[in-house]
């Protein structure tokens, strides 16, 4: 859960600092693209992190913990390491 938890706070800041430095262009996922467009980018990134944390921690109290567990790794992979590579490579 600690892990979930930190991939999620991760990949707020990366996409935070990446949109603030590349632009809105480059968020992947529509929702939040219509969500900044709404709200502004911070509020945005904010909001979906607090949501997506919120899922885990139902599923942690669900003792779906794989879930939390998989989905862990999935963050890792389709958005912290590619932020790193669009951020720091």
């Not at 430095?21 to 904010?46: D, K, S, Y």
């Not at 779906?64 to 932020?83: D, G, R, S």
Request: proline share 2%.
């Amino acid at each position: 859960m600690v892990a979930f938890l930190l991939a999620q706070a991760a990949d707020g800041v990366f996409t935070y600092v990446g949109l603030a430095t590349v632009g809105n262009w480059i968020e992947g996922n529509p929702l939040i693209g219509v969500l900044i467009g709404a709200f502004g980018r911070g509020a945005a990134v904010a909001c979906s992190k607090l949501f997506a944390a919120l899922l885990g921690v139902v599923l942690h109290l669900a003792e779906v913990h794989h879930a939390v567990a998989v989905l862990t790794v999935l963050y890792v992979v389709v958005a912290l390491i590619p932020w790193t590579a669009v951020l720091f490579l």
